[in-house]
């Protein structure tokens, strides 16, 4: 890996404005899922190194909160620009240790750096309400104020937008925040925590804490510093660290998994659905919240779209990310390869029509041959899970109202999209589904400005947007009375 600056490629955590090893000395190792090579190690901390971090960002808290908004937006500022200048330095890392092709690794390098900016202005309009009092002798206000230390932990399917999209309203909002991020792509992490020490975000503000899950986050739960707590993964974790945060009653932003349905009406741009289908399903091979999972293609364009969606699958470029023309990178690991292959083979063992690859890429490792199965029906295992990779299920349905009905019949509710230009059919069918986000006509909608959340079992709180900084925030009411 030839990084421009090879500083930026940190091998101890961040914590307290320091630099650290784990206390025991123990290393965890951090791979290349395109090459299988070893990048480096990352310290392996647990429970007293968490505990410390959150400790210093409690210290650090009085004096960050009371630092006026344009003050905070200025270094957060600082912080964007310095992103955007070692831009190429980190979507380099970043494909290194996640395996997306290097334009989506840079594409996320803006993305991401898009919530420092949006943040940085946000927190400048945050604001409170005078009430009609009841009355006359009294005043009511309602003030906005930060939630207090916050705790964060993120996934590696988005190495450095999940961390800004939570850091960039704690910081903006006042909060200091303590992270660790995922086992598989620590770098990208650290390198952040870099640019924001060398933008001037003082010590203990913001906290990198890398090494196992179970203990860093089980700190994290527990301890009565934490005000808040904001996680981006499965809803099986969600849901183990909504119970953990139980006991000490932590204000909670839960972005979980998806089964995102993706519906095509006879009404529809047909090419216009193929290119949102590719760039939903097969955008880092499938491994993101908001994928496509689920494909209902109504029975008069069933085999057109079939047909179109197999050529434009075909034409994908497998391969190390790094590596010109490449569209799909490997998977995160052999893991992720299993399930994909389990989908697979259950598909097709109850009657699925294999219409393109359906095995592991020649190129071994963890790379997938994009794959399109038609003819899938409800008793799949793919109408149920999230398969967090590229294979794209078609099913077939002849009604409106059968469209939305087993759109909605899952426990997820994040994204959710559809072609169609009937304006009626639009309205009707937008407002019929059960999901925080629907796409009509695109088959992307992530944006800073925008807020990005789920309903039912897909998580709790928006992130982005303004709605997005209202999670780091704590309504005071305020009655004057004696007038
Ligand atoms: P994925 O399947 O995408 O890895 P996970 O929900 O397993 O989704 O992981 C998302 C994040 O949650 C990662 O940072 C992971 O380390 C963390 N995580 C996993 N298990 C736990 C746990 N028991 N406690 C705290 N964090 C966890």
Redesign the pocket.
Not at 326 to 344: F, M, N, R, S, Y
Not at 422 to 440: H, P, Q, Y
């Given at each position: 890996m030839q990084l421009n600056d090879p500083t930026l490629l940190r091998q101890q955590a961040y914590i307290d404005g320091a630099w650290l090893d784990a206390d025991h000395g123990e290393t965890v190792a951090v791979t290349n899922p395109a090459t299988g090579e070893r990048l480096g190690t990352v310290p392996k901390m647990g429970t007293a190194e968490t505990r410390r971090a959150i400790e210093a960002a409690n210290a650090a808290w009085p004096a960050w909160r009371k630092k006026t908004a344009k003050e905070r937006a200025a270094i957060l500022r600082k912080w964007f620009d310095l992103i955007m200048a070692n831009a190429d330095d980190l979507a380099l890392l970043m494909t290194t240790e996640q395996g997306k092709p290097l334009a989506e690794a840079k594409g996320e390098v803006s993305y991401a750096a898009s919530f420092i900016e949006w943040f940085a202005e946000e927190g400048k309009r945050v604001h409170g309400d005078t009430l009609a009092s009841p009355a006359a002798d009294r005043r009511l206000l309602v003030t906005k104020e930060p939630i207090g230390v916050c705790a964060a932990?993120?996934?590696?399917?988005f190495p450095l937008a999940m961390i800004t999209r939570k850091v960039g309203p704690a910081l903006a909002a006042g909060c200091p925040m303590v992270l660790?991020?995922?086992?598989?792509t620590p770098f990208s992490a650290l390198a952040l925590a870099l640019l924001a020490e060398q933008a001037g975000v003082p010590r203990g503000v913001f906290s990198v804490v890398t090494g196992?899950?179970?203990?860093?986050?089980?700190e994290?739960?527990a301890n009565p510093i934490v005000r808040k707590l904001t996680?981006?993964?499965?809803?099986?974790?969600?849901r183990?660290?909504m119970e953990?945060c139980a006991p000490t009653i932590k204000k909670l932003s839960l972005e979980?998994?998806g089964n995102a349905p993706f519906i095509v009406f006879d009404d529809a741009d047909l090419d216009a659905a193929v290119e949102g289908a590719i760039a939903s399903k097969y955008r880092n091979a499938g491994?993101t919240?908001v994928c496509a999972n689920r494909l209902y293609v109504q029975d008069g364009v069933y085999e057109a779209f079939a047909e179109k969606l197999t050529a434009a699958v075909g034409k994908l470029k497998v391969g190390n990310g790094v590596d010109a023309g490449v569209t799909q990178g490997p998977l995160?690991d052999e893991?992720?390869v299993a399930k994909v292959e389990e989908h697979v083979a259950d598909a097709l063992a109850k009657g699925g029509r294999l219409l393109l690859g359906g095995h592991r890429h020649a190129l071994g490792h963890s790379f997938f041959e994009p794959t399109v199965i038609a003819d899938v029906t409800r008793d799949m295992i793919v109408a149920g899970e999230e398969t967090?990779g590229p294979l794209a299920p078609l099913f077939r349905f002849k009604t409106e109202e059968e469209a939305v009905a087993l759109a909605n019949d899952t426990e997820f509710g994040l994204a959710a999209y559809f072609y169609a230009r009937d304006i009626g059919r639009i309205w009707r069918v937008a407002e019929g589904l059960e999901s925080g986000m629907v796409g009509v006509n695109t088959g992307l909608i992530s944006n800073e400005v925008a807020p990005f959340g789920g309903v039912k079992q897909s998580g709790l709180g928006r992130e982005g947007s303004t709605y997005g900084i209202e999670d780091y925030l704590v309504v005071k009411y305020l009655c004057l009375g004696g007038m």
């Amino acid at each position: 890996m030839q990084l421009n600056d090879p500083t930026l490629l940190r091998q101890q955590a961040y914590i307290d404005g320091a630099w650290l090893d784990a206390d025991h000395g123990e290393t965890v190792a951090v791979t290349n899922p395109a090459t299988g090579e070893r990048l480096g190690t990352v310290p392996k901390m647990g429970t007293a190194e968490t505990r410390r971090a959150i400790e210093a960002a409690n210290a650090a808290w009085p004096a960050w909160r009371k630092k006026t908004a344009k003050e905070r937006a200025a270094i957060l500022r600082k912080w964007f620009d310095l992103i955007m200048a070692n831009a190429d330095d980190l979507a380099l890392l970043m494909t290194t240790e996640q395996g997306k092709p290097l334009a989506e690794a840079k594409g996320e390098v803006s993305y991401a750096a898009s919530f420092i900016e949006w943040f940085a202005e946000e927190g400048k309009r945050v604001h409170g309400d005078t009430l009609a009092s009841p009355a006359a002798d009294r005043r009511l206000l309602v003030t906005k104020e930060p939630i207090g230390v916050c705790a964060a932990i993120t996934p590696w399917n988005f190495p450095l937008a999940m961390i800004t999209r939570k850091v960039g309203p704690a910081l903006a909002a006042g909060c200091p925040m303590v992270l660790k991020p995922a086992e598989a792509t620590p770098f990208s992490a650290l390198a952040l925590a870099l640019l924001a020490e060398q933008a001037g975000v003082p010590r203990g503000v913001f906290s990198v804490v890398t090494g196992p899950s179970k203990e860093i986050g089980a700190e994290m739960c527990a301890n009565p510093i934490v005000r808040k707590l904001t996680f981006t993964g499965s809803t099986a974790v969600g849901r183990l660290l909504m119970e953990q945060c139980a006991p000490t009653i932590k204000k909670l932003s839960l972005e979980l998994g998806g089964n995102a349905p993706f519906i095509v009406f006879d009404d529809a741009d047909l090419d216009a659905a193929v290119e949102g289908a590719i760039a939903s399903k097969y955008r880092n091979a499938g491994q993101t919240c908001v994928c496509a999972n689920r494909l209902y293609v109504q029975d008069g364009v069933y085999e057109a779209f079939a047909e179109k969606l197999t050529a434009a699958v075909g034409k994908l470029k497998v391969g190390n990310g790094v590596d010109a023309g490449v569209t799909q990178g490997p998977l995160i690991d052999e893991k992720a390869v299993a399930k994909v292959e389990e989908h697979v083979a259950d598909a097709l063992a109850k009657g699925g029509r294999l219409l393109l690859g359906g095995h592991r890429h020649a190129l071994g490792h963890s790379f997938f041959e994009p794959t399109v199965i038609a003819d899938v029906t409800r008793d799949m295992i793919v109408a149920g899970e999230e398969t967090f990779g590229p294979l794209a299920p078609l099913f077939r349905f002849k009604t409106e109202e059968e469209a939305v009905a087993l759109a909605n019949d899952t426990e997820f509710g994040l994204a959710a999209y559809f072609y169609a230009r009937d304006i009626g059919r639009i309205w009707r069918v937008a407002e019929g589904l059960e999901s925080g986000m629907v796409g009509v006509n695109t088959g992307l909608i992530s944006n800073e400005v925008a807020p990005f959340g789920g309903v039912k079992q897909s998580g709790l709180g928006r992130e982005g947007s303004t709605y997005g900084i209202e999670d780091y925030l704590v309504v005071k009411y305020l009655c004057l009375g004696g007038m």
